[in-house]
């Protein structure tokens, strides 16, 4: 993931990540996915924009993982 995240492929790599969620909910899955929005905050905000990506979706992330995608 992180390796993606610093090639500009965030929405590529969240899809890698919604995919995994979607097939398997687990803890590791939820630590993924709490590990790269994390990530992504750490970024500029024009690092994220030049990947077309937004503060208001890693925000949309965060509460996706206190959402009913993560429950067993």
């Known amino acids: 993931m992180k390796e993606m995240i610093n090639s500009g492929e965030i929405n590529e790599a969240e899809n890698i990540l919604f995919d995994k969620i979607y097939r398997i909910s687990s803890e590791s899955n939820l630590k993924a996915a709490l590990f790269f929005y994390t990530e992504l905050l750490k970024l500029p905000p024009e690092y994220l924009k030049k990947c077309n990506y937004t503060i208001e979706e890693i925000e949309e992330g965060f509460r996706g993982c206190e959402?009913?995608?993560?429950r067993n």
């Open 67 to 70: 959402g009913t995608v993560w």
